[in-house]
């Protein structure tokens, strides 16, 4: 069908980024939003709606592919996605799958390989030569979710007010966090307390507080350094959990705003010991080749290549707030 076009939705904790695009691989038009993670987010639903309406009576539109936290891993909250998707087009060919899933698939164009993520939250996900996938974490905040942003803002705290109580070592993150923050380091308790209980979105401030950690880490902040170790010790065994699931050359990649950390990238490659590969299209690249293998369209790098410098430089262009989002 000439002039097809295709929608893939890249869903997250902390961001939605939506894409159109052509059958040349040229992206038309984006929308970016907060995150519509249905585990944490009530407001979820609202939020999906609001940057997929402006699509939804496209014309030429013939395939999306939303790619969604949570989705797979809990059946009443994957079958409320699969209606919400549904509601939205009735009448185009659409495909729903895991987030982490996506973000395999567009970092390996559908081949072998091992898919660390480190966001909000943390996994690691895995396909082997036959196409068979295998995953480990992505257990949530509560349960786990190691290496993660949020994990690392959470012992952030942690390690600060431990620190200003005199159970642990001076840390600069105390000074960083308390002026990022704009609270009064004379008054500690009431104000990282208060400022924590007045979150309207815990989760993806407290993930956010980790490119402060970053920060401190490179200023040479001794307990901010074992921090990053610790998570690189944490995505490292997501890693070892699913290796052995391909083959001995598989190759591996990463994904999430918590590598925005070169320091954190390092040490998980030292822990791996071989080099990431890069990965070939972004998250949303992922879920635009899941929409079009809804078509059928031959993926070669006729296709490839200019979806991948459309999808990144779409990206670069809307990128807001932390990297570590």
Same mark, same amino acid.
């Given at each position: 069908?000439?002039?097809?076009?295709?929608?893939? @939705?890249?869903?997250?904790?902390?961001?939605?980024?939506?894409?159109?695009?052509?059958?040349?691989?040229?992206? #038309?038009?984006?929308?970016?939003?907060?995150?519509?993670?249905?585990?944490?987010?009530?407001?979820?639903?609202? $939020?999906? =709606?609001?940057?997929?309406?402006?699509?939804?009576?496209?014309?030429?539109?013939?395939?999306?592919?939303?790619?969604?936290?949570?989705?797979?891993?809990?059946?009443?909250?994957?079958?409320?996605?699969?209606?919400?998707?549904? =509601?939205?087009?009735?009448?185009?060919?659409?495909?729903?799958? *895991? =987030?982490? !899933?996506?973000?395999?698939?567009?970092?390996?164009?559908?081949? &072998?390989? @091992? #898919?660390?993520?480190?966001?909000?939250?943390?996994?690691?996900?895995?396909?082997?030569?036959?196409?068979?996938?295998?995953?480990?974490?992505?257990?949530?905040?509560?349960?786990?979710? $190691?290496?993660?942003?949020?994990?690392?803002?959470?012992?952030?705290?942690?390690?600060?007010?431990?620190?200003?109580?005199? /159970?642990?070592?001076?840390?600069?993150?105390? %000074?960083?966090?308390?002026?990022?923050?704009?609270?009064?380091?004379? %008054?500690?308790? *009431?104000?990282?307390?208060?400022?924590?209980?007045?979150? +309207?979105?815990? /989760?993806?401030?407290?993930?956010?507080?980790?490119?402060?950690? =970053?920060?401190?880490? /490179?200023?040479? !902040?001794?307990?901010?350094?074992? #921090?990053? &170790?610790?998570?690189? !010790?944490?995505?490292?065994?997501?890693?070892?959990?699913?290796?052995?699931?391909?083959? $001995?050359?598989?190759?591996?990649?990463?994904?999430?705003?918590?590598? +925005?950390?070169?320091?954190?990238?390092?040490?998980? &490659?030292?822990?791996?010991?071989?080099?990431?590969?890069?990965?070939?299209?972004?998250?949303?690249?992922?879920?635009?080749?899941?929409?079009?293998?809804?078509?059928?369209?031959? #993926?070669?790098?006729?296709?490839? &290549?200019?979806?991948?410098?459309?999808?990144?430089?779409?990206? +670069?262009?809307?990128?807001?707030?932390?990297?570590?989002?």
């Amino acid at each position: 069908m000439s002039g097809e076009l295709i929608l893939g @939705i890249d869903g997250g904790g902390s961001t939605i980024r939506v894409a159109l695009a052509n059958r040349s691989g040229e992206i #038309l038009r984006t929308s970016l939003g907060s995150g519509v993670n249905p585990m944490d987010n009530p407001d979820w639903r609202t $939020e999906l =709606d609001r940057h997929i309406a402006p699509f939804r009576h496209e014309p030429k539109l013939t395939s999306v592919a939303a790619a969604l936290p949570a989705y797979g891993e809990v059946k009443h909250l994957s079958a409320l996605q699969e209606a919400a998707i549904a =509601d939205m087009f009735p009448a185009v060919r659409t495909a729903i799958l *895991n =987030d982490v !899933d996506a973000a395999h698939l567009g970092a390996f164009a559908g081949k &072998e390989g @091992i #898919l660390i993520l480190s966001g909000t939250g943390s996994m690691a996900w895995a396909r082997n030569a036959a196409g068979r996938p295998a995953r480990s974490g992505g257990w949530g905040d509560v349960i786990g979710d $190691e290496g993660s942003s949020y994990w690392i803002g959470r012992l952030a705290l942690n390690l600060v007010s431990q620190s200003l109580d005199g /159970r642990a070592p001076k840390t600069a993150l105390a %000074d960083i966090v308390f002026e990022h923050l704009n609270l009064d380091l004379s %008054d500690p308790m *009431n104000g990282l307390g208060g400022w924590v209980k007045s979150l +309207a979105k815990p /989760r993806s401030s407290i993930a956010a507080l980790s490119a402060l950690v =970053d920060r401190a880490a /490179r200023a040479g !902040d001794a307990a901010a350094r074992d #921090l990053l &170790e610790r998570a690189a !010790d944490a995505l490292a065994r997501h890693h070892t959990a699913v290796a052995g699931h391909c083959g $001995e050359n598989a190759g591996w990649t990463y994904a999430g705003g918590t590598f +925005a950390s070169t320091l954190l990238l390092e040490a998980l &490659e030292r822990r791996i010991g071989t080099a990431p590969r890069v990965p070939k299209l972004p998250p949303i690249g992922g879920a635009l080749l899941a929409a079009a293998q809804n078509l059928g369209w031959p #993926l070669n790098d006729g296709w490839l &290549e200019p979806i991948a410098a459309s999808t990144r430089a779409a990206s +670069a262009q809307s990128i807001t707030g932390s990297k570590f989002q």
